[in-house]
């Protein structure tokens, strides 16, 4: 390698790492990458309200712990189904969008991960086996609207037998797991 190769070598590599630290602070500053809040956040009172206005035990979903970490998505474009999107996780992991309304906001939709104790091997490797409830009423994920959507994804064959969960089918599963 000439040293003109070498020197365009080395200020291509540092044209790509002046590049990223430009272009990632912009994408978090959009709200393209969920920033890190304090659930006491203010900026999460209308969310939250939101979620209290949502028989959400009635949909299967759990409590959100107090103590949970918290990240947002805002998504100031206009072709989005949901204007924000919350990201929790504590002892379940669940992601909760809204829609901005003249009131504030809206709660449109639900997903929320809970893991059990089996583990499973995939091509990817080893999980833990969930279960996955979903309820949106915009589509969002792409799952049916306004119903609650049950997933299994482990090697219980008791679960796998079942083609539609429901939310009686995994309650026992839930309370031998600690949720309920």
């Given at each position: 390698?000439?040293?003109?190769?070498?020197?365009?070598?080395?200020?291509?590599?540092?044209?790509?790492?002046?590049?990223?630290?430009?272009?990632?602070?912009?994408?978090?500053?959009c709200g393209l990458i969920p920033e890190r809040v304090s659930a006491d956040d203010p900026r999460?009172?209308?969310?939250?309200?939101?979620?209290?206005?949502?028989?959400?035990?009635?949909?299967?979903?759990?409590?959100?712990?107090?103590?949970?970490?918290?990240?947002?998505?805002?998504?100031?474009?206009?072709?989005?189904?949901?204007?924000?999107?919350?990201?929790?996780?504590?002892?379940?992991?669940?992601?909760?969008?809204?829609?901005?309304?003249?009131?504030?906001?809206?709660?449109?939709?639900?997903?929320?991960?809970?893991?059990?104790?089996?583990?499973?091997?995939?091509?990817?490797?080893?999980?833990?086996?969930?279960?996955?409830?979903?309820?949106?009423?915009?589509?969002?994920?792409?799952?049916?609207?306004?119903?609650?959507?049950?997933?299994?994804?482990?090697?219980?064959?008791?679960?796998?037998?079942?083609?539609?969960?429901?939310?009686?089918?995994?309650?026992?599963?839930?309370?031998?797991?600690?949720?309920?």
């Amino acid at each position: 390698m000439s040293q003109s190769e070498r020197r365009f070598a080395r200020s291509s590599r540092s044209s790509w790492r002046f590049s990223f630290l430009v272009v990632l602070p912009l994408f978090a500053s959009c709200g393209l990458i969920p920033e890190r809040v304090s659930a006491d956040d203010p900026r999460l009172k209308p969310m939250f309200e939101a979620i209290g206005r949502v028989d959400r035990t009635r949909l299967g979903f759990t409590a959100i712990q107090i103590d949970a970490q918290v990240r947002i998505e805002w998504h100031p474009m206009f072709d989005k189904e949901y204007d924000v999107m919350l990201h929790i996780d504590g002892k379940t992991s669940r992601t909760v969008a809204f829609k901005r309304t003249a009131q504030g906001y809206e709660w449109i939709g639900e997903q929320e991960i809970l893991k059990g104790p089996a583990t499973y091997e995939t091509p990817d490797g080893t999980f833990n086996e969930s279960i996955t409830i979903t309820f949106e009423r915009v589509p969002v994920t792409g799952f049916p609207m306004n119903r609650v959507n049950v997933l299994y994804a482990g090697n219980d064959p008791t679960l796998l037998r079942i083609d539609e969960l429901t939310l009686q089918d995994i309650q026992p599963w839930l309370n031998k797991w600690g949720y309920r």
